[in-house]
Nanobody, 123 residues
Framework: QVQLVESGGGLVQAGGSLRLSCAASGRIFSTYSMGWFRQAPGKEREFVSAISWSDGGTFSANSVKGRFTISRDNAKNTVSLQMNSLKPEDTAVYYC????????????????WGQGTQVTVSS
């Protein structure tokens, strides 16, 4: 069983930065991948970014490319999301997720989820 715990959310002004972290307990195999999703009030949960645990290959949504960077620390079983140039439309609850397989943008493809962390960007 894997547990995921996010941290690092908060309130920031537009143009600012935040760094989210997700700590995974349990064994993470090289065939796994991890991702970040977000859900704004009244909207469906959407894909943000994902990373392959084996080679660090990444994939990000067009809406965050050039602003958000996902990274991993295999030794610490953590994945991070560095968010720069934040916009009010980035306001959402951000969720970390783990998939027992290759990277995908599909929400249903992930097997474990964290509890979420709130990110609020003021204008």
């Amino acid at each position: 069983q894997v547990q995921l715990v996010e941290s690092g959310g908060g309130l920031v002004q537009a143009g600012g930065s935040l760094r989210l972290s997700c700590a995974a307990s349990g064994r993470i195999f090289s065939t796994y991948s991890m991702g970040w999703f977000r859900q704004a009030p009244g909207k469906e949960r959407e894909f943000v970014s994902a990373i392959s645990w084996s080679d660090g290959g990444t994939f990000s949504a067009n809406s965050v490319k050039g602003r958000f960077t996902i990274s991993r620390d295999n030794a610490k079983n953590t994945v991070s999301l560095q968010m720069n140039s934040l916009k009010p439309e980035d306001t959402a609850v951000y969720y970390c997720a783990l998939r027992r397989g290759i990277v995908t943008t599909t929400l249903s493809g992930y097997d474990y989820w964290g509890q979420g962390t709130q990110v609020t960007v003021s204008s």
